[in-house]
């Protein structure tokens, strides 16, 4: 059984930074790709951030390029998604994926921008 913990959200004001991480319950080379999505209330889950476990290959929305920054440590079989200059409109839970030959998803963390 698949399992992703997600950790490291919270409240923080316009221009500021978290890092959220993603630990997964095994290697997670066992996966082709990990990634971070997320939901704003009334609105459809959007792609964050994206990482070939293979060779670390990523992929960003438009919205986040230049401030997010996904990663992974394979050691600690965990990924993460560093925030920077955070928005309001950047409030959302944010899911942990993990993709084999299906999806697979955390409980989610709740990200609050606002002063």
């Known amino acids: 059984q698949v399992q992703l913990v997600e950790s490291g959200g919270g409240l923080v004001q316009p221009g500021g930074s978290l890092r959220l991480s993603c630990a997964a319950s095994?290697?997670?080379?066992?996966?082709?790709?990990m990634g971070w999505y997320r939901q704003a209330p009334g609105k459809p889950r959007e792609l964050v951030a994206t990482i070939m476990t293979s060779d670390g290959t990523t992929n960003y929305a438009d919205s986040v390029k230049g401030r997010f920054t996904i990663s992974r440590d394979n050691a600690k079989n965990t990924v993460y998604l560093q925030m920077n200059d955070l928005k309001p409109e950047d409030t959302a839970v944010y899911y942990c994926n993990a993709f084999r030959t299906q999806h697979y998803w955390g409980q989610g963390t709740q990200v609050t921008v606002s002063s």
């Open positions: 095994g290697s997670i080379f066992g996966f082709r790709a």
